[in-house]
Every structure is written in structure tokens, then in C-alpha cells.
């Protein structure tokens, strides 16, 4: 069984920073794309930015320039450094991943509990 497991989230006012983590830990093959997403209060949930395994990111044009996805193979974790913080940024943060279990056998879309990120002053 694959697991994700965030940290990092909290409280933080507005302009200021947090990184977020997530580790994968189970048994697999390999782990194709890691990302994270955000659902705030009556509002579907979003993309905010993904990696994949040979390092391409995406990230949705509300967070361009304030926030940096990175990840590290050998430790199966991706994170998400958020800066310039806004209080439109508030929302729990999810993270997601499309692991391989065995390979050629497609993959297994795995999400975290998610962790709560609030930006108010």
C-alpha cells in the first residue's frame, strides 16, 4: 500500500512564506508525476503545481512566480515553497501522486490527508 504524508501547512500572514512536504513511503515501482492541490471553502479543487520524475513543472497562473515545486527522487518526497503569501491562498492543500506499483501496469493515483494552509494577518 502506497502512503502520502504532508507537512508543513499553518498558519502565516499575508506576504510571508511556508514550504510544504510530502513523502511517499510503501511499496512501488516508481513515481511518475507528484503534485499538489488546494480546495478552499466552496470551491472545487485545483492543480496548483506538478513535477514530474524528470523534473518538468507545471503551475496554475495564480501562483506563478510565488511558488516553487521541487522534488527528490531518492527520497520519494516532493515540496512546495510558497512565498509572497496571499489570504486567497488559504485552502487545505493536497498532494497527489501517479505511482507506478509494477512496472507496465500503468499506475495507482494516490492522495495525501491534506494540511491546512491559512493566511490571514
Known amino acids: 500500500q502506497v502512503q502520502l504524508v504532508e507537512s508543513g501547512g499553518g498558519l502565516v500572514q499575508p506576504g510571508g512564506s511556508l514550504r510544504l512536504s510530502c513523502a511517499a513511503s510503501g511499496r512501488f515501482f516508481s513515481i511518475n508525476v507528484m503534485g499538489w492541490y488546494r480546495q478552499a471553502p466552496g470551491k472545487q479543487r485545483e492543480l496548483v503545481a506538478d513535477?514530474?520524475?524528470?523534473?518538468?513543472?507545471r503551475y496554475a497562473d495564480s501562483v506563478k512566480g510565488r511558488f516553487t515545486i521541487s522534488r527528490d527522487n531518492a527520497k520519494n518526497t516532493v515540496y512546495l515553497q510558497m512565498n509572497s503569501l496571499k489570504p486567497e491562498d488559504t485552502a487545505v492543500y493536497y498532494c497527489?501522486?501517479?505511482?507506478?506499483?509494477?512496472?507496465?501496469?500503468?499506475?495507482?493515483?494516490?492522495w495525501g490527508q491534506g494540511t491546512l494552509v491559512t493566511v490571514s494577518s
Open positions: 513535477i514530474t520524475d524528470s523534473g518538468s513543472t
Open positions: 497527489n501522486s501517479r505511482v507506478v506499483v509494477i512496472a507496465g501496469y500503468g499506475y495507482l493515483e494516490v
